[in-house]
């Protein structure tokens, strides 16, 4: 489930740095300021962490810096060989946002960037849910991720992306699942979160939610 994209992600995982440095044209915008926006998730951390879709290991190389306990979930596994070198220290499972191994110890934060938008909306409010049972109540969800704020701005950075002939890259905005930020806030708001969204470049935004309420779930 929601593991449609990984082969491209075994293929793009020893050029991956390079494209978050901003080498690729195509991509440049999206990762426009990728450090600080690692670095502004990493500001709003609490206590042990959970990470999804860790690809090389930016992310949790910083967490990791800063003290925390982190577990990493990757379902790539060339990505996983690339963040292994990065942070050998760090446990990183084969696992995805919605199958991942229980964990022994009080999951306080979980976090990830550039990755939730391979789940459907279905998926994303079905691994919201989810994970609104591990955290307790204030617990958080911190995020990064492109989104849009409506259907039109969505529309218009795939014309403005074939415009300057950025065809990959209006295909990804085409054909992955990237959510209106209402969307994101209901997902959020009905598993139990309140959430604030701050826009990060023209592509990403932070996605800072805390649980604020127990959610009775029928399984
Ligand atoms: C664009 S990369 C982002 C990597 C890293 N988090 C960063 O910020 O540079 C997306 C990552 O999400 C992973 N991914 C794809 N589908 C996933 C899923 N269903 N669950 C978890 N991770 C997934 C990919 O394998 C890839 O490593």
Redesign the pocket.
Known sequence: ???E??RL?DHWAKD?DQT?QGYDPEYKAVFLDYDMI?RAIVDQVQGNVLE?????G??TAKIYAANHRIFG????KE?RKQAKLKVPQVTIYDG???KYPKFDCQIDTIV????FH??TDTEKSQAILAYSRILPLGGRIIFADTAFATKKAREEAIRKAEKMQYFNLAEDLKTEYYPLLHELEQAFTQAGFKIEFKRLNDFVWLMAAEKVREVEVID
């Open positions: 489930m929601g593991r994209f990984i992600f991956y978050v690692l999804f879709g860790v690809g090389t930016n992310l979930v990757e379902p790539s990505m995805d946002f919605l990830s960037s550039y990755a391979h789940l």
